[in-house]
């Protein structure tokens, strides 16, 4: 019969203590992961079988810039203006209304013969404008009629380009607090090992204290997460002035698989649809108009005046003509404005056609570029990352390795899938910024009332 010194004896009773001890409590780490150190509580099962009415309604991303564009007040503001541009056009083409003339006295004789009596008159007299002054005039209000048409789609391409934007951001906010859950829950396993170890004496105490750190960190990332994600939420609703659902969620997630479109086409669609482009040359009419309206008010136009006056016993009647003769102001200092203006808008036009090849094509490679870093991000750093994780997670339970080796390794990881998050982001904005110079959400759909 084998004899067992005291020494075995206390060692196997504290040892079998430990492993009861170590079993009961390990239900703590779930709970407090259900209620995070911050005070807000996470999803509880009984969240998980509420009613369906109280759930978030799903919008799609189409679905969402439908809402927006239609409530949007910068974008109605702009459609307002169009219509007050097309009043403009109706009072530019309209005709100068007559003036008429009625006047009455008496005659009064102060010579002998001479009859006295009452004396009428009255008179019409009617402007003909200068067909030149008028044709520009008109030409002028039609140019700004169409400047405001490129306004209402530059504000419509800005809003549209805006709400895809937020859109692509929630799907990243909401992406980074899916990940961040993830490493919560795997923090909170490697935790678990880590007190069973300490308790069992294979461990310092300091790898506890050192986990207990890393979800800390690991909730407080989460919970920034979700509030970047609602603030992102609360703008999306901005645009729409507040006429989204009061429960409401965006369905889709972060695509990165977009073709690379030609770069000389872009160009080509940036230069003919763009509505800053094409309001800025509504400008250079414009201001043409108003030189040819300016050169020809030297003379505005003729007055046709036709008249009659009554006396005892004369009838007149009589027909003139008035004409503003430009002899001490030739309209020299509108023209001079006028000229000014126009060589202004010109260059103007003329630098933001060639700044805008150059973003093109400053966007253009800003996609390529962060296509080629998902590829490297996907098919690399994250597979390699991972594959680091599992030997660490294998040499720790093995004794090979420490819990630090454990946690530097899940770091590595984290921020390999926080870049490729962003790189898929960074695709997502460079393509919408090539969008927006194209001019691709400018124009109202035919099927859209």
């Not at 404005?337 to 003329?350: F, I, K, Y």
């Amino acid at each position: 019969m084998p004899r067992f010194s005291l020494s075995s004896l206390t060692a196997a009773v504290s040892g079998l203590c430990l492993a009861v001890s170590a079993t009961a409590p390990q239900a703590q780490p779930a709970a407090s992961s259900s209620t995070p150190t911050n005070g807000t509580p996470s999803a509880t099962p009984a969240s998980a079988e509420r009613p369906e009415a109280d759930k978030p309604q799903a919008l799609s991303v189409d679905a969402l810039l439908d809402i927006v564009l239609t409530h949007n007040p910068e974008l109605i503001a702009a459609q307002q203006g169009r219509i007050g541009a097309l009043a403009g056009v109706q009072t530019a083409s309209a005709y100068a209304n007559p003036r008429v003339e009625w006047q009455t006295g008496r005659n009064q004789a102060r010579m002998p013969g001479t009859p006295a009596g009452s004396v009428q008159g009255w008179g019409i007299s009617q402007l003909i404008e200068n067909p030149a002054a008028r044709s520009a005039r008109i030409d002028a209000a039609q140019a700004y009629a169409r400047g405001s048409g490129h306004a209402v789609a530059l504000t419509r391409n800005s809003v549209a380009s805006e709400t895809r934007l937020l859109a692509k951001q929630y799907l990243l906010r909401r992406a980074e607090a899916t990940v961040s859950e993830e490493n919560l829950a795997l923090l909170e396993q490697v935790r678990e090992r880590v007190q069973l170890r300490v308790r069992s004496g294979e461990a310092a105490r300091y790898e506890l204290i050192k986990a207990d750190a890393e979800i800390v960190h690991a909730r407080e990332r989460l919970q920034t997460a979700r509030l970047q994600a609602e603030q992102v939420l609360v703008a999306l609703n901005r645009l729409a002035a507040g006429k989204l659902p009061a429960r409401w969620t965006l369905s889709g997630a972060l695509d990165d698989a977009l073709p690379l479109p030609a770069l000389t086409d872009l160009q080509q669609l940036a230069e003919t649809d763009n509505p800053e482009l094409r309001a800025l040359q509504t400008e250079v009419e414009r201001a043409e108009a108003q030189l040819r309206g300016a050169r020809a008010s030297r003379l505005p136009g003729v007055e046709v005046r036709v008249g009659q006056t009554n006396e005892p016993e004369v009838r007149q009647s009589t027909v003139g003509f008035n004409v503003q003769i430009p002899l001490f102001d030739q309209r020299e200092g509108a023209i001079g404005e006028a000229s000014a203006d126009l060589e202004r808008l010109r260059g103007r036009l003329a630098g933001r056609r060639a700044e805008m090849r150059e973003q093109v094509r400053l966007a253009w490679q800003a996609l390529e570029i962060a296509s080629l870093r998902v590829q490297a991000l996907r098919e690399g750093v994250v597979k390699d990352a991972e594959a680091a994780l599992r030997v660490a997670q294998a040499a720790y339970q093995f004794g090979e390795r420490g819990i630090l080796d454990v946690l530097d390794a899940q770091r590595v990881l984290r921020s390999a899938r926080a870049d490729l998050l962003q790189a898929r982001f960074q695709v997502q904005a460079a393509r919408i910024e090539l969008d927006t110079l194209a001019g691709r959400h400018a124009v109202q759909p035919a099927t859209q009332p």
